[in-house]
């Protein structure tokens, strides 16, 4: 992976903190607008998560998507990473 970048969608928009929809669209954005080269990685927030995809992850879980146009979030699950015990 490259060094990771700070990028302000992802930050947590709980109970109020943030804007969900703009934060939401503009991560959607980043996502569909990525080309490479490698494999993109996000690190965020399960309400950040949950909005962009409707999966509720475990804390500490990973979610593997792929971008998947005509999907109702616009992707595929491709699989949930758990760490720890």
Do not use: C, Y
């Not at 998507?65 to 015990?85: I, V, Y």
Request: aromatic share 10%; proline share 8%; hydrophobic share 35%.
């Amino acid at each position: 992976f490259a060094e990771p970048e700070p990028f302000p969608p992802l930050n947590s928009f709980f109970a109020g903190r943030g804007d969900r929809n703009r934060q939401t669209e503009e991560t959607r954005a980043a996502i569909a607008g990525f080309t490479g080269p490698g494999t993109m990685m996000m690190t965020t927030h399960q309400v950040n998560i949950t909005a962009l995809t409707s999966i509720f992850p475990a804390s500490g879980e990973g979610i593997v998507l792929r971008p998947a146009k005509g999907s109702e979030t616009g992707f595929e699950m491709l699989g949930r990473l758990r760490f720890g015990g």
